[in-house]
Every structure is written in C-alpha cells, then in structure tokens.
C-alpha cells in the first residue's frame, strides 16, 4: 500500500479532524483514510463523464470571451518580475 503525507494543513482542521476520530472511534489516520475512501469511493467527489462534459460547456459559455493570457506569457511575466526583484534586492 502507499503512504500519503498532507503538509500544512491549519491546525483547526487538524483539531477536526482529530474529534471526528475520536467520535467514530477511530485513529486519525484511519479516520482520514476512511474520510478519502468515502470522498473518491462513493462518487461524491467524482462526477460522471456526461456531468463533467456538461460543467466543463456551462464554464466555457460562462467564461467565453473573457480572454486570458497564454500561460507562456504569465511565466515570462513571472520571471521577469522575480528577475527585477532580485537586481533590486542586490542593488
């Protein structure tokens, strides 16, 4: 079997998640496979191919024409900032 490890998670929800265990008398780490298991199992956290073609063309039509940057030209803006901010730190 693997090993799954969730970094910085909010202490509030681990302190949740934690309680849910205790309540269902379970560990943490049981509880948080069962908690997985039920999410992607159970199909509440997976839509069907037709749900998720008909989601996919109610954004499209929502989205359409709004027009977004190609995301090469956010990475060179990226960089280019970053680029700026370090001569600026050295300077």
């Not at 934690?18 to 069962?34: D, T």
């Not at 030209?73 to 300077?91: I, M, P, Y």
């Amino acid at each position: 079997m693997a090993t799954l490890t969730v970094r910085n998670l909010d202490d509030g929800l681990v302190r949740r998640l934690r309680i849910r265990a205790a309540e269902n008398g379970r560990s943490a780490e049981a509880e948080h496979r069962e908690i997985l298991r039920a999410a992607l199992e159970n199909g509440t956290g997976r839509a069907s191919r037709g749900e998720a073609a008909s989601r996919l063309a109610e954004f499209r039509r929502r989205t359409a024409g709004r027009g977004s940057p190609p995301s090469a030209d956010l990475l060179e803006e990226t960089r280019r900032n970053r680029t700026e901010a370090l001569a600026g730190k050295d300077a």
